[in-house]
C-alpha cells in the first residue's frame, strides 16, 4: 500500500466519510467494501455496498449537508 496525501480541513473530511460510511451501514445488510485510490492526482474513495443502491441525482447530492433521499 502507498500513502494517499489530501489536503483539506482533517474534521470535515473525516465527517463527510463518517455520514457516507454510516449511510452504508444503515441502508445495507451485507458487505461493505471502503477503497481509497488516486486519479488525475487526487484522491478517490470508493463506498461500495450490497444495498438497494441509489440514483444518479442522489449520488451526485450524497455528501450535502442535511441532504435526505427519499
Same mark, same amino acid.
Given at each position: %500500500?502507498?500513502?494517499?496525501? !489530501?489536503?483539506?480541513?482533517?474534521?470535515?473530511? %473525516?465527517?463527510?466519510?463518517?455520514n457516507?460510511?454510516?449511510? %452504508? *451501514?444503515?441502508?445495507?445488510?451485507?458487505?461493505?467494501? *471502503?477503497?481509497?485510490?488516486t @486519479?488525475?492526482?487526487? @484522491?478517490? !474513495?470508493?463506498?461500495?455496498?450490497?444495498?438497494?443502491?441509489?440514483?444518479?441525482?442522489? @449520488?451526485?447530492? !450524497?455528501?450535502?449537508?442535511?441532504?435526505r %433521499?427519499?
Amino acid at each position: %500500500a502507498r500513502p494517499v496525501p !489530501v489536503s483539506g480541513d482533517p474534521d470535515a473530511l %473525516a465527517q463527510v466519510l463518517a455520514n457516507v460510511v454510516g449511510n %452504508a *451501514i444503515v441502508h445495507t445488510t451485507g458487505s461493505i467494501l *471502503i477503497g481509497l485510490d488516486t @486519479a488525475d492526482g487526487m @484522491a478517490v !474513495v470508493t463506498v461500495t455496498d450490497e444495498g438497494p443502491g441509489m440514483t444518479s441525482e442522489t @449520488a451526485e447530492r !450524497v455528501t450535502e449537508r442535511f441532504f435526505r %433521499a427519499d
